[in-house]
């Protein structure tokens, strides 16, 4: 069974400041993991995905996670929030097929 | 890249009316579908995987009656909300894979707001 954790439903940073979201998944296998995010009254953008190569990804908007198995860990990352970030951020586990999602964390970015 | 076209991406109708929706891939061709629901702030929940050619597959606790699904070709899959009520006002939102690209996640349609009077 896959589950996935999302530990923060809200995180506020100033503009400019680094970007921190949590997320831990459960896996009995080695997962494939996903961020994506939400603009609101949008769909869905991936953002990054990670399938067992390397383990730090880079993603679109200069975002990137570390996968860290011995943690199960797949933190998402910025190093310089922008407004436009603003949005929520979904931390999903599964294959193409099943995606397991999180609850969610909102961004809020204060200028 | 691969798009995924949502429509309509909001309705707003009278209380037993029934709502189509349709999800459309517009670069790919997409045997399998997904239709998700997310209510106000959050998760998306998998309603149901939509195949084409084929009967849809329904979650646990999903009405399938209520919940119609068509996937009648390669690029067009349907949501029918039946007879709708307050209580089915929520945001619906489609994906899609290419079936070509297997490493590939799915994609996603901007979502289609339904609020039932």
């Known amino acids: 069974a896959q589950s996935v954790t999302q530990l923060d439903s809200h995180v506020s940073v100033s503009e400019g400041t680094p970007v921190l979201l949590r997320c831990n998944y459960s896996?009995?296998?080695?997962?494939?993991l996903f961020w994506y995010v939400q603009h609101p009254n949008k769909g869905l953008q991936l953002l990054l995905k990670?399938?067992?190569?390397a383990t730090l990804v880079k993603g679109i908007n200069g975002f990137e996670a570390e996968f860290k198995k011995s943690e199960t860990s797949f933190h998402l990352t910025k190093p310089s929030a922008h407004m436009s970030d603003a949005a929520e951020y979904f931390c999903?586990?599964?294959?193409?097929?099943?995606?397991?999602w999180g609850a969610g964390t909102k961004l809020i970015i204060k200028p | 890249g691969a798009v995924v076209s949502q429509h309509p991406s909001w309705v707003i109708c009278k209380s037993g009316t029934s709502v189509k929706i349709e999800c459309r891939s517009l670069d790919f061709q997409a045997t399998t579908m997904f239709w998700y629901r997310q209510f106000p702030k959050q998760s998306l929940m998998l309603m149901a995987t939509s195949n084409e050619g084929s009967k849809a597959t329904y979650e646990q606790g999903v009405e399938k009656d209520k919940f119609l699904i068509n996937h009648a070709s390669l690029t067009l899959s349907t949501l029918t909300v039946t007879s709708a009520h307050p209580e089915d006002s929520s945001f619906y939102i489609c994906s899609a894979r290419d079936e070509e690209l297997r490493n590939q996640p799915q994609h996603f349609g901007d979502g289609t707001r339904l609020s039932i009077l």
């Open positions: 896996s009995s296998y080695s997962p494939s």
């Open positions: 999903v586990v599964g294959s193409n097929y099943q995606l397991i």
């Open positions: 990670y399938t067992s190569a």
